[in-house]
């Protein structure tokens, strides 16, 4: 049987990783080389190309104002990008040698660079969707969709017309409405997208952004699961779920958006993961600070 090339390829070895940016003096060229500055030797200070202002090297990056050094923080775009299943914060934690607390800003911190970098190409073409929710019944509480504790979300998978996955995107959305269904595909699908649901009224909304829907209704459960129709967005939620499940045990809701960001960055990038660390790494530098009051607010949906 032919191996899966995108499933068996090598990425970015331990070993190569050390090789690259084992010590604080690899780690300053990369973000050196990422910048586009040139070192003023007589202080500890960096310029750069465009402006000419001279700057710290992470002054004005998702880095600024870090007390941790750079062999900390490049280990944490490592782990945070190649695994199928990510990291979560306790077990960052362990393997940076830092706090629990600390691990959990540096993946905050970076969480929302993925998010951001993530939706400048919209899914178009012919793209499945369907919708699911992070969280459970709570004892004596409601059941079904509209259960206290339960946060939805709406997944999408383009699909090529042989039915191969190509890319995907998950949001967070604030309810499952015709209204919202059709903000949420004016901001993340392109306009005359063929899109494929199940029978939900609220994926009706999608026409009103300008895309083409075609509703299939099913009788639920496991049957519509092996469905043609919606094979790829189905088992795509499978395996979120299942990545949330095991890895983040204590996930806040309010923060779901940028969970679900990591899981489709390393979806929609998987064809080449010994670029992924400095792929984030360019992303990072260019992404502005973010303090720790805006790391623990809620994080948008839609």
């Known amino acids: 049987m032919k191996r899966n090339r995108v499933q068996f390829q090598k990425g970015l070895s331990l070993g190569k990783f050390l090789q690259r940016y084992g010590s604080e003096g690899p780690c300053e060229q990369a973000v050196f ?13 960096w310029q750069c190309h465009a402006c000419h202002r001279r700057t ?14 750079l062999t900390v923080w490049f280990p944490a775009l490592h782990l945070l990008t190649p695994g199928q299943h990510g990291v979560s914060s306790l077990e960052l934690a362990r393997q940076l040698g830092v706090s629990r607390n600390t691990a959990w800003k540096v993946k905050h911190k970076l969480l929302p660079v993925l998010k951001e ?28 969709r509209g259960a206290a504790g339960k946060t939805p ?19 967070g959305v604030a309810g499952l409405r015709k209204k919202t269904l059709a903000a949420w595909a004016g901001r993340h699908l ?70 679900l960001a990591e899981f489709r960055y390393r979806f929609n990038r998987r064809y080449d993961l010994e670029v992924l660390v400095p792929r984030l790494l360019h992303a990072s530098v260019r992404t502005p600070p973010m303090p720790y009051r805006l790391l623990t607010l809620a994080e948008s949906c839609g």
């Open 33 to 45: 080389n990422a910048r586009r500055h040139c070192r003023i030797r007589s202080r500890k200070l």
């Open 56 to 69: 710290s090297l992470v002054a004005g990056t998702i880095l600024a104002a870090t007390k941790l050094p």
């Open 117 to 144: 970098r993530d939706e400048r190409v919209p899914p178009g073409g012919i793209v499945q969707v369907d919708d699911a929710y992070r969280g459970g019944e709570r004892t004596g509480g409601q059941r079904g």
């Open 153 to 171: 979300f709406v997944a999408a998978v383009q699909v090529s017309a042989a039915g191969q996955p190509a890319r995907m995107r998950l949001s």
């Open 190 to 259: 392109q306009p005359g997208t063929e899109v494929h649901s199940d029978g939900p009224a609220c994926f009706r909304g999608v026409a009103d952004a300008g895309c083409e829907h075609v509703p299939t209704v099913t009788a639920g459960g496991q049957r519509s699961c092996g469905d043609s129709r919606f094979f790829r967005v189905s088992t795509m939620l499978a395996n979120v779920k299942q990545s949330l499940a095991g890895t983040c045990h204590a996930l806040h809701g309010k923060h779901l958006p940028r969970y």
